[in-house]
């Protein structure tokens, strides 16, 4: 059972990673915004011929629901309590970082908000360079459209936080019943 101050803690460190999750919001937007404007100006895009663009959209649409799948297994893996070595190790990095003021749960949880979140971004990405490649707006609208659905879909919730921290307690529990 998590204690009161745990799960005041827990609140704050919600806060903080609801913050990061809206500045990520923002980026296929941002992209958007870029390709709107500098669209017309920038006329002469057509590399690679007739078969790269429709290859590369194909490869890209492709690797874009590779992102959501990856990014699905490694949350779920950590909600159950088996966060992969890249988790820890991101997780590493930023209890380095913070200090005191992260909550181990909120430490874990936070490592896999920065991996699916720039897994999401990363397909608004793929629209821009299929945008600098010479495809339409319309592909970079539709990939930095799926990406900010993405984005909305791996939101930080306090269910998940609590859901990681009970397994974090649970597995403390086990270890002082083994000793």
Sequence with gaps: MLRQQDLEQLQSNLASQKTLWAMMLLAPFIYLTIGYFLGPVWQDRSWGGEWLLPSMRLSLAILALANVLVCRHVRAR???GHPGRLVKR?????????G???HPAACLYQAVLVFC???AE???LFGVALFVFGDSLVYLFLFANF???VIIYFRPRMVDLISIAAHLDAGKDTDEHSE
């Design 147 to 149: 990406s900010a659905v």
């Design 90 to 98: 991101i997780c590493a990095k930023l209890e380095k970082s913070a």
């Design 100 to 102: 005191d003021t992260l």
């Design 122 to 124: 990363s397909i608004a």
């Design 117 to 119: 979140l720039g897994l």
């Design 78 to 80: 950590v909600l159950r």
